[in-house]
């Protein structure tokens, strides 16, 4: 099974953008949960379309399992790479459960033919982000969590080796993004799971954080400030410096907490 994602002095803009928002990103990522942070602008989705292949290189290279991304069929590397896109998608007349199934499709025969076990995956993975209850219902009559939780169901039914989530809790209540934690902790376990999050009280219950920061001024030549696990000191000083002291980190029992520094007297 692939897993390893290595980012050789890249350089990344998105579609139609002159200069790099990314540069010299040397990043080598595998088995286990990631979570991008950093602030708004700082090309944490810039770099998770890069890494899904979404994005030529403007130097560098994206490698996975030491080949090129961008030499791999795109049908190998939609059954290698599954993608979870910030912008939530209307789906038309589809219901959850056909949007589930469009998962499934790297995986199916020149015709499409659904197999058994194509229907099982399914049903894990409406299972796993608890959308099964409304499997019928078209995507476009649901509410925004419960449209982001299929689309997630969608992502995880490709059962690739690596899994990339751009703010996955978006729109979710407390409870789902709870849930949603946990179950990108259990899939660490197994795929490369990589993630931007907004939230970094979520983010530092990743295995790992990579913490972007945007250049001083003007547009491009945002960077990677810090690498490290959640515990790790040069992680917490990086969060506070690129987020201007507008956060706390504290450690409550086994687990570390990122909290709003609002400075508030009552
Ligand atoms: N289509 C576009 N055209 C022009 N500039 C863009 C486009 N998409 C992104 N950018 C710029 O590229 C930079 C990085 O954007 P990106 O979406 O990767 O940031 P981000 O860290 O994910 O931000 P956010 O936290 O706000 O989601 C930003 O300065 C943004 O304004």
């Known amino acids: 099974m692939t897993k390893v994602l290595r980012c050789i002095d890249l350089a990344l803009a998105p579609e139609g953008v002159a200069e790099p928002v990314l540069e010299h990103v040397g990043l080598e990522i595998g088995t ?18 890069g890494l899904a ?16 991304i961008h030499r791999l069929a795109a049908r190998e590397r939609s059954r290698h790479i599954a993608w979870l896109a910030q912008q939530a998608e209307a789906g038309g007349e589809l219901t959850v459960r056909d949007i589930v199934m469009l998962g499934r499709l790297p995986h ?9 076990q194509d229907q099982a995956v399914v049903a894990q993975a409406m299972q796993d982000t608890e959308c099964a209850d409304w499997a019928d219902r078209r995507l476009s009559d649901l509410s925004g969590g419960e449209r982001q939780r299929a689309l997630l169901a969608r992502a995880l039914a490709v ?16 409870p789902h ?37 945007k250049a001083t001024a003007g547009p491009g030549g945002g960077h990677i400030r810090a690498v490290g696990a959640p515990d790790d000191p040069a992680v917490h000083a990086a969060l ?13 029992g086994d687990e570390w907490l990122a909290l709003p520094d609002l400075g508030l007297t009552r």
């Open 32 to 49: 286990g949960w990631t979570a991008i942070v950093g602030p708004n602008g700082a090309g944490k989705s810039t770099l998770l379309r």
């Open 53 to 68: 292949g979404l994005l030529s290189p403007r130097a560098g290279r994206i490698e996975l399992d030491g080949r090129d």
């Open 108 to 116: 199916q025969g020149l015709f499409g033919a659904t197999r058994v």
């Open 159 to 174: 059962q690739a080796p690596v899994l990339l989530l751009d703010e996955p809790t978006t729109h979710l209540d407390a």
């Open 177 to 213: 993004q709870v849930a949603l934690v946990r179950l990108m902790r259990r899939l660490g376990r197994s795929q490369t799971v990589v993630s931007v999050l907004h939230d970094l009280g979520l983010a530092l219950a990743a295995d790992r954080l990579v913490v972007l920061e």
């Open 240 to 252: 506070r410096d690129v987020f201007g002291g507008a956060i706390r980190i504290e450690r409550l």
